[in-house]
């Protein structure tokens, strides 16, 4: 199936504008100050594309009847102070899911990092993240390390594990943005660290951020995490990190 892109405007299909002058218009207009909806149709499934703040609703329920005769999976990406990505196997649960953004359109998120703790015991709590709450610990490939800085009173990114999921999606650049300090991200998800330090108990909790991606876009990632304590003499505190990308408890829409 070669791939098809589509523009829904005023709720119905229609070639988009050209610039002034006279070339297409660039996607981020269309999408955020034109309220187009952008569909992609390819061997892969069904993506539909929209700034939460700007798509014209007659365009979105025109959509939701569409996407009843198109080829599944479907991957929602709306706009909303970042990029959400969704994923459904099923057309009726992505035209139930836009019919619940459309009423959500207004919304505007408070934060930029949302936390939930977890119990451990629970059935869908990732095989590695499980394996590091049973032993209290994880090798150095699948995590990170945090230590300690005295002179900031900050936790800092040491290392960088090769299969982190850190290093996967950012590289093992010690300064790609979940590696810096100083920012609401950092300040959220290090505010355990101090405890587990002391504690010397494993932390499991959910986590949706907002996270600056390697092309300058601000996508919401969702994952799983595991904050163990690390031992690295009488002085120094230091916790290693364990994540995930999985299904989380938090909706921030």
Not at 167 to 181: I, Q
């Amino acid at each position: 199936m070669a791939a098809g892109v589509h523009w829904v405007a005023h709720g119905k299909m229609q070639p988009p504008p050209e610039a002034a002058d006279g070339k297409p218009m660039d996607e981020r207009s269309l999408l955020h100050r034109e309220g187009y909806v952008k569909i992609i149709e390819n061997d892969t499934g069904t993506t539909v594309r929209w700034a939460m703040f700007s798509a014209n609703w007659a365009s979105l329920y025109f959509v939701m009847e569409w996407i009843h005769g198109a080829i599944g999976p479907f991957q929602l990406q709306y706009n909303s102070a970042g990029w959400f990505n969704e994923r459904f196997d099923h057309a009726w649960e992505a035209a139930d899911r836009i019919h619940q953004l459309i009423h959500k359109s207004d919304v505007h998120l408070s934060q930029t990092v949302y936390i939930q703790d977890a119990a451990g015991n629970r059935e869908d709590v990732p095989m590695l993240l499980q394996k590091a709450l049973n032993e209290n610990a994880i090798d150095e490939d699948h995590s990170i390390d945090c230590m300690f800085d005295p002179s900031s009173h900050k936790f800092r990114v040491a290392r960088v594990g090769a299969q982190s999921t850190i290093a996967k999606l950012w590289g093992m650049n010690p300064v790609s943005y979940p590696c810096l300090t100083g920012h609401s991200y950092d300040q959220a998800v290090s505010r355990i660290y101090p405890e587990v330090s002391r504690t010397g108990e494993p932390h499991y909790d959910h986590i949706y951020a907002a996270m600056a991606s390697s092309n300058g876009d601000v996508v919401w990632v969702p994952y799983q995490r595991v904050v163990l304590p690390l031992k690295l003499g009488r002085n120094k505190k230091a916790v290693r990190v364990v994540t995930e990308l999985a299904k989380v408890d938090i909706s921030p829409l």
